[in-house]
């Protein structure tokens, strides 16, 4: 629009998020003429704060061998597809092209040395590029989508004072997640208007909050500690952190999209030490005392209150080793029952979204919309924290970017 004053177009996207993005920009260099809109004033505002503002912009085992154990979606195969024809190989290649140079920073995790706005440069860039091949990306910022509607094999998109025409469309307006950022569920009441089926969203990535007897860790804010978080058969070995409100850290945000309403969440202390470390402890300490053995790897404060909690004060050398083992069981698996999430105004991404099953695997079409895409976080597929969702903004984009 700002570019191009034309309203005839053959692809629409709704939103310039990463996803929204990277199809435009290999649609455009496949030679289409593409129109970005976002309602807001700036391209990729997540990516801009992510990573700490650095970008974790991939993990290099967001591979289809690890798609069904670190995406969650009701079709855990689903984003298999997308995930082996873009990998993060890829995507480093593009990042290389440009010089961005980055690091790893733990389990795969990369991230921009400098700067997340050198991604979205870098995003810009390819879509500018599209010039060059025949095509063109024009964006809309700023504008309100008024209305979506579908007539002889064109969409018409209504925003601002405008309307455009194409016989494509791709919803990347993303989830519901921080919506102080511009976040909606705009893509739901599109998908829900073509009648594709929507999995009930929920935040995910997301602190918990606690009440009741928990409720005493939340005089401990801003305390951490290197543990387990354990929901079910799902354990995270990460830092934990506690906050005014309750739980975060990455090893809690992990949990947290596994976690449903009345779960317990077990945390283990003791990660790194072998079973049996108390008892090994009274043969070679015996007139030491559990808080004085938690200190050693926990903050002092953490320690005294998971000490005041177990309620024995004695030397180690005066329990029976039958009872250190049930302490030891209990600091291995200390419960807490979250009486919910920070919620959608903190959640990294959103769980569910638009069901898998109304897509094709390959395009990211919709199967009984034909023309219509959905993409990104939009889509009922979500990685685990540290560069896979992006990843999968980058591989779907690209997968209806290059269909359409
Ligand atoms: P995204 O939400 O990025 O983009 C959607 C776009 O649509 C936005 O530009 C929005 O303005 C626009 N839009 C929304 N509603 C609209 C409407 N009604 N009309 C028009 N436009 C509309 N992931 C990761 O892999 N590594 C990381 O380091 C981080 N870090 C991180 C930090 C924080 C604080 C958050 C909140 C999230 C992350 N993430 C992350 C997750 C990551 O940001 C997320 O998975 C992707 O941004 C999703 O990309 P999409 O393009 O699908 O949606």
Known sequence: MEKHDLTNFDVIILGAGGAGLMAAGVAGQRGKKVLVIDHAQEAGKKILISGGGRCNFTNINATTRFAQERYL?????????????????????????????????????????????????????????????????????????????????????????HSANAPALIIATGGPSIPKMGASGFAYDVARQFGLKIIEPRPALVPFTLGGEDVLFRELSGISADVEAICGKTKFREAALLTHKGLSGPAILQISSYWKHGDVVHINFWPDHPKGHLKAAKREVPQSHIKKILSEDLSDRLAETLAKEIGEWRNLADLTDKFLEEIEAKIRAWPF????????????????????DELS????????????YCIGEAVDVTGWLGGYNFQWAWASGVAAGQAV
């Open 73 to 161: 979606s009701a079709n855990p195969h689903f984003a298999k597809s997308a995930l082996g024809r873009y990998t993060p190989r890829d995507f480093i290649a593009l990042v290389d092209k440009y010089g961005i140079s980055y690091h790893e920073k733990t389990l795969g995790q990369l991230f921009c040395d400098d700067s997340a706005s050198q991604i979205v440069d870098m995003l810009l860039d390819e879509c500018e590029f599209a010039e060059n091949c025949g095509g063109s990306v024009d964006f809309s910022f700023g504008r309100p989508v008024h209305g979506v509607s579908h007539e002889d094999g064109q969409y018409h998109v209504s925003f601002g004072e």
């Open 337 to 356: 029952t979250p009486n919910g999430t920070e919620g959608f105004a903190k959640a990294e991404v959103t769980i569910g979204g638009i069901s898998t």
């Open 361 to 372: 695997q390959k395009t990211m079409e919709a199967k009984k919309m034909p023309g219509l």
